[in-house]
């Protein structure tokens, strides 16, 4: 079965550099989430997209993080510029949307912002 | 709004052991609840999901029970096994927004 595909895997980036993961959910899924997983904070929602309209961009996260889903099949998150409190693994996850279906997680882009 | 508390960051038991992982929430609609997993370097997986008041749930060995009197769906265990150590989110979805969010996570040390 298709699960939601991240890429790359792994990201080494300098400080102030830009840049962009990527993922794809499970076909006919219309609800996509960005989360940010660290040891301190655990999951923190980053966006979060219903049938590719953002429902909400995780406030703390607006002025650096920018996620679109410009189709239905696809979403960046564009992180600019990198700072070194940014490594942290970056979560996507898709589902069907009526609440009873829990999203399931791509394996995530691991981050290290040097 | 929805909020999701995990009082223990850290539990360590003997194999052979019964476990239970607090799980709260707060929400003003009504809830779906969820049971994650995580092994180190994996992603998370569902492991259980209710939305029924008072209606036990289980998956491979685990077991919770929505209480909505008491806002909880703990997880429990009666017997845990080396292969359990991981990270256990616990999760909630409203009917209003739908969108999940998640405890801090607790992670499950299993000892020989």
């Known amino acids: 079965d298709a699960g939601v595909t991240q890429t790359p895997r792994h990201e080494v980036a300098e400080k102030g550099q830009t840049i962009i993961l990527k993922c794809e959910p499970v076909?006919?899924?219309?609800?996509l989430f960005w989360y940010r997983q660290t040891k301190i904070q655990g999951l923190e929602l980053l966006s979060y997209?219903?049938?590719?309209?953002?429902?909400?961009d995780g406030g703390a996260f607006k002025d650096r993080f920018k996620a679109e889903m410009l189709n239905s099949s696809f979403s960046t998150l564009k992180i600019q510029p990198t700072e070194p409190k940014d490594s942290a693994v970056y979560l996507c996850a898709s589902s069907f949307g009526d609440g009873n279906q829990a999203p399931l997680f791509g394996e995530g882009t691991r981050l290290s912002v040097l | 709004g929805d909020s999701v508390t995990q009082t223990e960051g850290l539990v360590t038991l003997t194999k052979g052991l019964p476990v239970m992982l607090n799980c709260t929430y707060q929400t003003t609609y009504s809830p779906f609840l969820f049971w994650y997993v995580q092994h180190l370097n994996e992603a998370p997986k569902l492991l259980l999901k209710?939305?029924?008041?008072?209606k036990r749930t289980e998956h491979q060995g685990f077991y919770a029970t929505l209480h909505k009197s008491s806002s909880s769906f703990h997880l429990q265990k009666s017997s845990v096994q080396l292969s359990d150590s991981a990270l256990y989110f616990c999760?909630?979805?409203?009917?209003?927004?739908?969108?999940?969010?998640f405890g801090k996570g607790t992670h499950l040390h299993v000892l020989p």
């Open positions: 999760a909630l979805s409203d009917t209003n927004a739908y969108k999940v969010i």
């Open positions: 997209f219903r049938s590719k309209s953002l429902m909400e």
């Open positions: 209710s939305s029924t008041d008072n």
């Open positions: 076909s006919g899924h219309n609800d």
